[in-house]
């Protein structure tokens, strides 16, 4: 079992930054792929980015350049820094954690970027 902790939302005007944080416990032995989703208001949860064990990032295109997704394997936690934000970025953001077998989600975080 692996437990994801999501924490570093709020309210933030449209242009400023927040960094989420995701921290990890339980058999984070077994954890490879970890990323961070999104669902707004009325749509469907999106992935935004994930990254491997190694470091390899990838990212919606809607948050390329913005977004950057990082993971200390030390720490057992990623983060997800958010800069330029924009109205469209209010969401709750989840953090999510791929095993061989099984997918774990943390409860998520809510991210309001106001205009």
């Known amino acids: 079992q692996v437990q994801l902790v999501e924490s570093g939302g709020g309210l933030v005007q449209a242009g400023g930054s927040l960094r989420l944080s995701c921290a990890a416990s339980?058999?984070?032995?077994?954890?490879?792929?970890m990323g961070w989703y999104r669902q707004a208001p009325g749509k469907q949860r999106e992935l935004v980015a994930h990254?491997?064990?190694?470091?390899?990032?990838s990212y919606a295109d809607s948050v390329k350049g913005r977004f950057t997704v990082s993971r200390d394997n030390a720490q057992n936690t990623m983060y997800l820094q958010m800069n330029r934000l924009k109205p469209d970025d209010t969401a709750v953001y989840y953090c999510?954690?791929?095993?061989?077998?099984?997918?774990?989600w943390g409860k998520g975080t809510l991210v309001t970027v106001s205009s």
């Open positions: 990254i491997t064990n190694s470091g390899a990032a």
């Open positions: 339980g058999s984070v032995f077994s954890i490879t792929t």
């Open positions: 999510n954690a791929a095993t061989l077998m099984v997918y774990y």
